[in-house]
C-alpha cells in the first residue's frame, strides 16, 4: 500500500509544484472524469523514497459519500496494484466531473467499478517512461 498524503498543505504543494516545468518530475494527466497531478518527492519532506498518493473526491461531482468512497478505494486499489510501475513521485488525483447518475444509478454496481478502473489504468499509463523510470 502507497503511503497517502494527508495535509491541506502537502495536497496545495503537490497540486503547485506539478504545474511549474522546472520541477521533474512534474506535470498534470487528465482523462474524461479525473486529472492526474505529478510533482517531484522533494516537495514533501517526510516522504524520501517512495511513490506518494492523494486523492481529492469532491461533493460536487459525487454527491453521495457512497460513490465517493467507492471512487476512492478503486483510486488506492489500482494504485498499489501499479506501485512497482509508478514513478517515485508525489501523485494527486483529483474528481474533474461526475458520473452520469442515468448510466450508474447504483454508487457500488460493477459497471462503475469497471469504468472507473480502466479510466484510471489508462490515465497511470499516460505517465511517460521517463517519468517511470525517475
Known sequence: MLPRLKTAEQFAAVLDASKLKAAQPAGVWRSAHFALYLAPLSTITSQSSRTTIGVICPKRWAKRAVTRNTIKRQIYAVSSELESQLPFACLVLRLASGFSREQFPSATS?????????????????????????
Open 110 to 134: 460493477p459497471a462503475l467499478k469497471a469504468t472507473l478502473r480502466a479510466e484510471l489504468l489508462a490515465l497511470f499509463g499516460k505517465l511517460s517512461p521517463q517519468e517511470k523510470a525517475a
